[in-house]
């Protein structure tokens, strides 16, 4: 058992521990970051992982928490000795890093039902594009709800610790989930049936769909990699190495598809890049470099990089945590947590504006729309109570909307004049506004359970409700109608975080995430 007592020093309380730092670890970390310090809802704690964290920073984090995560502070529980010991401990190297590749992916696959025993049709009778794929993180369950009578449908048992939006196959039959222990899990909307599953890395970021319905992108924290899928079955088709050319290795931030680009997109944690990786069968080569001989000092052939997934490099002068597209997917615009952001243009492989954002924005979550006679794009602010509103064409900040704390998500829909984000760190997390995209003011703020986070708004597919989460383990989903912003229904349900409309996601509506 761990010995912890509380040494007086006038009116202060410091906590002294004497166990040592794999119990401490055991107690306080192991239950997110994994037993082994691979990773679990929290990041894997490997010294590979933590290069861009200097040791004072990472003490600073077990002590005080760390912004815009889960990971709160333990100073009140842990003395200046503990911490310093965690943070010796989690730069020492593993004995032994598992590996994952193409073996383990394969061995790991576990198929529920054949592809070819699925009935043929939706053997229920709602309206197939206007389902939604609620996470709930409470107890680790997914429930599909009808999007037009609000009832929920099917409610199953989740993979542990599920991260980042559903994605869907393109005619919107089936639903991809990625958790952070690196399952990819498919299940068929016709018929509310497990299809497959396959864990793709270890520690896992995200996953994207192509717009072919033929693969599966997932990027990974652990190990550094990128795994590629067959949709169709979750068979592994490749795994590539996230490395530079000079053997950098990094975790992934993220990957996205790219519709009109028929490719994938990835940015990187630790090195500079971003990457394209087409799927599209008419792609050209991309060239690598050349074969030198040394002997005979001269080149001897041109090495290209396989196709599909041929990797073409950008180069960046910033590190991409977050990041977000135009509406053709030729520019990225892309930001690092220490504030630095910047857009990029894919084709000319350059970048080509600085943006005017500060206080961690959290661009994943950003949102398009029309405004006088151009698009703008909008993003919440990790830190700070603000919502950008920048230009896409001079790239400009034109707005900077007061809110009344740091927001996460932000969501809206073509058929509705309104923007809604969330109010989801501090005293006001209970709070969402409703912005006029007309005029770019709040009109409206709506506190769905007082006291209780209210965060994640997503839209039907016709945009005349907005769903709600109460981020909580006795939750629910509020709908709200989305023009009268009145409360229309409640559905109970533990600590839904957030939910996924099959028709705003295939078509890539500009209010949702991609
Ligand atoms: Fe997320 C999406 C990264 C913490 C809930 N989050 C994403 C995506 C990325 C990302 C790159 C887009 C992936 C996609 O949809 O394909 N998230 C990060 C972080 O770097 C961060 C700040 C730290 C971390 O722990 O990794 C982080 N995220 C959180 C949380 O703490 C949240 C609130 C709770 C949780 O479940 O972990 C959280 N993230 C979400 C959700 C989405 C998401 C619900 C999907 C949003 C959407 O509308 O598509």
């Given at each position: 058992?761990?010995?912890?007592?509380?040494?007086?020093?006038?009116?202060?309380?410091?906590?002294?521990?004497?166990?040592?730092?794999?119990?401490?670890?055991?107690?306080?970390?192991?239950?997110?970051?994994?037993?082994?310090?691979l990773g679990?809802?929290?990041p894997a704690?490997l010294p590979q992982n933590l290069k861009r964290l200097?040791?004072?920073?990472?003490?600073?984090?077990?002590?005080?928490?760390?912004?815009?995560?889960?990971?709160?502070?333990?100073?009140?529980?842990?003395?200046?000795?503990?911490?310093?010991?965690?943070?010796?401990?989690?730069?020492?190297p593993l004995?032994?890093v598992p590996g994952w590749g193409m073996?383990d992916i394969?061995?790991?696959?576990?198929?529920?039902?054949?592809?070819?025993?699925?009935?043929?049709?939706?053997?229920?009778?709602?309206?197939?594009?206007?389902?939604?794929?609620?996470?709930?993180?409470?107890?680790?369950?997914?429930?599909?709800?009808?999007?037009?009578?609000?009832?929920?449908?099917?409610?199953?048992?989740?993979?542990?610790?599920?991260?980042?939006?559903?994605?869907?196959?393109?005619?919107?039959?089936?639903?991809?989930?990625?958790?952070?222990?690196g399952?990819?899990?498919?299940?068929?909307?016709?018929?509310?049936?497990?299809?497959?599953?396959?864990?793709a890395g270890i520690n896992m970021r995200n996953?994207a769909?192509?717009?072919?319905?033929?693969?599966?992108m997932a990027g990974n924290y652990l190990p550094h990699t990128i795994t590629i899928?067959?949709?169709?079955?979750?068979?592994p088709f490749r795994v590539i190495e996230a490395k530079d050319k000079q053997g950098n290795s990094s975790r992934v931030s993220a990957v996205?598809?790219?519709?009109?680009?028929?490719s994938f997109i990835a940015a990187f944690k630790d090195i500079k890049q971003i990457w394209e990786m087409s799927?599209?069968?008419?792609?050209?080569?991309v060239y690598e470099g050349f074969v030198h001989?040394?002997?005979?000092?001269?080149?001897?052939?041109?090495i290209t990089e396989p196709q599909p997934f041929a990797r073409k490099r950008i180069k960046l002068d910033v590190y991409l945590d977050?990041f977000?597209?135009?509406?053709?997917?030729?520019?990225?615009?892309g930001?690092s947590?220490?504030?630095?952001?910047?857009?990029y243009?894919?084709?000319?492989r350059?970048?080509?504006?600085?943006?005017?954002?500060?206080?961690?924005?959290?661009?994943?979550?950003?949102?398009?729309?029309?405004?006088?006679?151009?698009?703008?794009?909008?993003?919440?602010?990790?830190?700070?109570?603000?919502?950008?509103?920048?230009?896409?064409?001079?790239?400009?900040?034109?707005?900077?909307?007061?809110?009344?704390?740091?927001?996460?998500?932000?969501?809206?829909?073509?058929?509705?004049?309104?923007?809604?984000?969330?109010?989801?760190?501090?005293?006001?997390?209970?709070?969402?506004?409703?912005?006029?995209?007309?005029?770019?003011?709040?009109?409206?703020?709506?506190?769905?359970?007082?006291?209780?986070?209210?965060?994640?708004?997503?839209?039907?597919?016709?945009?005349?409700?907005?769903?709600?989460?109460?981020?909580?383990?006795?939750?629910?989903?509020?709908?709200?109608?989305?023009?009268?912003?009145?409360?229309?229904?409640?559905?109970?349900?533990?600590?839904?975080?957030?939910?996924?409309?099959?028709?705003?996601?295939?078509?890539?509506?500009?209010?949702?995430?991609?």
């Open positions: 058992m761990r010995f912890l007592v509380f040494l007086f020093l006038g009116l202060w309380a410091v906590p002294v521990s004497a166990a040592p730092v794999g119990a401490v670890y055991t107690k306080h970390c192991a239950e997110c970051h994994g037993a082994e310090r679990g809802i929290g704690l200097k040791k004072k920073a990472a003490t600073a984090v077990i002590r005080d928490g760390r912004e815009a995560t889960q990971m709160l502070g333990f100073s009140e529980v842990l003395s200046e000795a503990d911490v310093e010991a965690l943070v010796a401990y989690i730069y020492t004995d032994n073996d394969a061995a790991s696959r576990i198929v529920h039902t054949e592809m070819s025993e699925l009935a043929d049709a939706p053997q229920h009778n709602a309206d197939p594009l206007n389902l939604f794929t609620v996470v709930e993180t409470g107890d680790h369950h997914v429930t599909i709800l009808d999007g037009d009578k609000f009832e929920p449908l099917w409610r199953f048992k989740s993979r542990f610790a599920l991260h980042g939006g559903a994605k869907y196959s393109p005619d919107g039959r089936f639903v991809y989930l990625g958790s952070r222990d399952w990819v899990s498919k299940y068929d909307l016709w018929s509310f049936k497990p299809v497959a599953e396959v864990r996953i769909v192509s717009s072919d319905g033929k693969w599966i899928l067959n949709a169709h079955d979750l068979t996205y598809n790219a519709p009109p680009r028929k799927y599209d069968p008419d792609a050209a080569p001989n040394y002997r005979e000092g001269q080149e001897e052939g041109i977050d977000f597209f135009d509406s053709e997917y030729t520019d990225v615009m930001a947590r220490d504030g630095k952001s910047a857009v243009n894919l084709d000319a350059r970048k080509v504006s600085d943006l005017d954002l500060d206080g961690m924005p959290h661009l994943g979550s950003g949102i398009i729309w029309d405004y006088g006679g151009r698009e703008v794009m909008a993003t919440p602010h990790l830190r700070g109570g603000t919502i950008s509103v920048i230009d896409m064409e001079s790239w400009k900040t034109i707005k900077r909307i007061k809110t009344m704390g740091p927001g996460f998500f932000m969501r809206s829909h073509d058929n509705t004049p309104y923007a809604w984000v969330d109010v989801f760190f501090g005293p006001n997390k209970d709070k969402l506004h409703v912005i006029d995209k007309r005029t770019l003011e709040i009109v409206k703020t709506i506190t769905p359970e007082p006291g209780k986070t209210g965060a994640h708004v997503e839209f039907t597919r016709d945009g005349k409700y907005a769903l709600v989460s109460i981020w909580d383990m006795d939750g629910a989903l509020v709908v709200y109608d989305a023009a009268t912003l009145e409360e229309v229904k409640r559905i109970p349900m533990k600590k839904p975080s957030g939910k996924y409309n099959v028709f705003n996601k295939i078509t890539y509506s500009r209010g949702t995430s991609h």
